[in-house]
């Protein structure tokens, strides 16, 4: 492990230049380029909000709900997809020159969690537009964030590395993302859906549990921190065991690539 850390100081550099390439090809042949990472969250609020907002009998600060936990989920789902192809997407790189190979998944995640904070510019914009007033507790929205940013690093390498020798699990985390939009209640309020006795059935989904405390944190809320300190405990633990078995794995690539 020792190793590992001394050898991503070494190539730091090169994550940079990959993530910062990442980016680039993204919008490369967009007339519009990185003004999509604002346009296409607030088209998609604006069309959900359109739907869903008589159906469940939501209050003005609707689009503010729908915003939190669509941009949160998007930005899993995007670059959990990403992060799935990073190392069969580089194969002919990897066949070539010595590379640490976990640069791949890290630089995905990480050209989308640039692209996510930048459309977060959006979501404070809706939040003024419905009369959102920040408060000190919109500081623990950096906690939420952060653990989602574990979160997705582990999930990334867990996916890469599996994805290498079961190329079939693109289209089943496909499905799988699916049913974790669901679970995210990202389009309808749980009380709805289930009542509070029962709302403990979506947090044991930690994707929820971080939207649910990032809402709160914007909506200038107290931290649920039984609900926080379970998805950050989930996310350490798939963070680590999947740089683990990324690593183990790493020198059998060559051979199904």
Known sequence: MKNLFLTFKKYRYLLFQLVKKDIKLKYRSSYMGVLWTLLEPLL????????????????KDFPVYILTGRLLYSFFANTTRGALKSVRANASMIKKVYVPKYMYPFASVLSGYVQFLISLVVLAGVAVYCNIKPTWHLLEALVPLTVILVLTMGAGLWLSTLAVFFRDLEYLWGVALTLIMYACAIFYRVETVVGDNNRWL???????????????????????????????????????????????NQDKFILHL
């Open 44 to 59: 998609t609020m604006m069309v959900l909000v359109l739907v869903f907002s008589k159906l469940y009998h939501n209050t």
């Open 202 to 248: 979506f947090r044991l989904n930690p994707l929820y549990s971080v939207i649910e405390n990032f809402r709160d944190a914007v909506y200038g809320n107290a931290m649920n921190m039984p609900v926080m300190l379970y998805s950050v405990g989930f996310s350490v633990v798939i963070f680590l065991s999947g740089l683990v078995v990324f690593y183990k």
